[in-house]
């Protein structure tokens, strides 16, 4: 249980992290305001016409009388926008990162140099073009992933009770994975850990993945929240990859000489 707390420590040092860099944190904000436009008209359209779709789809209720009728499409129709939050949710990270690769490579290699006891960080070495490819395809693979779990949740929607209960608690968790994935990415892609080596790393520690990335998911539900806390969780997924692979810290990010000493 120790590593829920840190896990969520690594996403309140990030968003200090943020903080203390102005300049950077203010760039960092136009990937996230791109794709939050794009996402909210995606789900304004889910909200106008989601229950219509609904009723397409559900052609043998036209006879049923009411209120079976109104009562089984309508919670079909909340199933489906909460089922389009959970999406959003994961793939907005996603998205964001790959709007934002140059932005959020830089961030992330500042704040490896931050706790690096020789002040250094790794690079790729790859050109632009191919880091994009790469983020661009594993990006599209956890989004598969995600779906499939999407899918299951939705179904498992249906149960009497669990539905209502279990099922989303579950699905904010499997929303804090795989953000959690797709945010340790930008600096585990820097040291060259392949798609499969990241998941097994996230798997090996659970709750410390839990703990950074289910709080992240429920702030993600407000769209407005996860633009401003976007770059402050690029740099606490660095700090949490750094930890994952067991690397040496000199200190807190931006800690002084003289506090590292005392500390």
Do not use: C
């Not at 050109?127 to 395809?137: D, Y």
């Not at 429920?218 to 740099?235: D, E, H």
Request: proline residues 5%.
């Amino acid at each position: 249980m120790r590593d829920l707390g840190v896990g969520f420590g690594y996403l309140l040092k990030g968003q200090r992290w943020v903080a203390r860099h102005g300049k950077q944190y203010d760039f960092g904000l136009l990937p996230g305001l791109i794709t939050l436009v794009l996402y909210a008209a995606a789900l304004v359209a889910l909200a106008v016409w989601g229950e219509d779709f609904v009723a397409w789809t559900t052609p043998f209720a036209d006879d049923w009388s009411s209120p079976w009728q109104g009562l089984f499409r309508g919670f079909l129709t909340v199933v489906l926008f909460a089922l389009g939050l959970l999406l959003a949710a994961v793939t907005f990270t996603a998205v964001t990162l790959l709007v934002g690769q140059p932005f959020y490579e830089s961030l992330s290699e500042k704040v490896d140099r931050d706790v690096s006891p020789d002040g250094t960080a790794p690079e790729s070495g790859l050109p632009l073009w191919r880091e994009l490819w790469i983020s661009a395809r594993d990006s599209l693979r956890i989004v598969l992933r995600a779906a499939v779990w999407g899918v299951l949740l939705f179904a498992l929607g249906f149960l009497p009770f669990v539905g209502q209960t279990a099922v989303p608690v579950i699905g904010f968790f499997v929303t804090g994975f795989f953000l959690t994935e797709e945010l340790t990415a930008v600096a585990l892609q820097r040291r060259g850990v392949e798609l499969r080596t990241r998941l097994t790393l996230l798997r090996s520690r659970k709750t410390l993945v839990w703990g950074f990335g289910t709080p992240l998911g429920l702030a993600f539900l407000v769209p407005v929240v996860a633009v401003f806390l976007m770059p402050g969780a690029v740099a606490g997924a660095t700090l949490l990859a750094r930890d994952l692979l067991g690397e040496e810290n000199a200190g807190e990010p931006d800690e002084t000489e003289e506090e590292r000493v005392t500390s």
